[in-house]
C-alpha cells in the first residue's frame, strides 16, 4: 500500500493506525481486533462517518484509486488557486503602480501651475 494511502487519517485520533483502518475496511482483522477498532473510533464521528464510507465500496481496491484520484484533483484545483492568486497579485500591483504614478504627475503638474503663479 502506498504511503500516501496510509496517511488518510494523519494528524487525527493517533490510537487508530491507519494501516489498522485499510485492514479493517478489507475485511483482514480478526474479531477481536475489529472490536477494539470499533470501540477507538466510537471517539471521533468524523473517522466513523470515513470508515462507514469506505466500507461502503463493493469492491474493496476501488478507496485506494478513489482516494488517490481524489489527491490527484485536490492537487490541481490547489495549484489552480495559486496561480489565479499570483496572477491577481500582479494585477492588483499594476493597479498600484499606475495610482502611484498619476498621483507623482498631478504633483509634478500642481506644483508647476502653483510656481509659475507666484512669479
Same mark, same amino acid.
Given at each position: 500500500m502506498s504511503d500516501d494511502l496510509l496517511n488518510?487519517?494523519?494528524?487525527?485520533?493517533?490510537?487508530?493506525?491507519?494501516q489498522k483502518l485499510m485492514d479493517y475496511i478489507s475485511n483482514k482483522l480478526s474479531a477481536e481486533e475489529k472490536h477494539e477498532f470499533e470501540k477507538a473510533l466510537?471517539?471521533?464521528?468524523?473517522?466513523?462517518?470515513?470508515?462507514?464510507?469506505?466500507?461502503?465500496?463493493?469492491?474493496k481496491k476501488d478507496p485506494v484509486q478513489y482516494a488517490e484520484e481524489l489527491?490527484?484533483?485536490?492537487?490541481k484545483q490547489l495549484q489552480k488557486?495559486?496561480?489565479?492568486?499570483?496572477?491577481?497579485?500582479i494585477k492588483e500591483l499594476r493597479w498600484v503602480y499606475f $495610482?502611484?504614478?498619476? +498621483?507623482?504627475? !498631478?504633483?509634478?503638474? $500642481?506644483?508647476?501651475? +502653483?510656481?509659475? !503663479?507666484?512669479k
Open positions: 488518510i487519517l494523519s494528524g487525527s485520533n493517533k490510537d487508530i493506525d491507519n466510537l471517539d471521533s464521528e468524523l473517522e466513523s462517518d470515513a470508515v462507514d464510507g469506505l466500507s461502503q465500496f463493493k469492491n489527491n490527484r484533483k485536490l492537487q488557486k495559486r496561480v489565479s492568486k499570483t496572477k491577481r497579485r $495610482a502611484i504614478t498619476l +498621483i507623482i504627475i !498631478f504633483i509634478l503638474i $500642481a506644483f508647476i501651475i +502653483i510656481s509659475k !503663479f507666484l
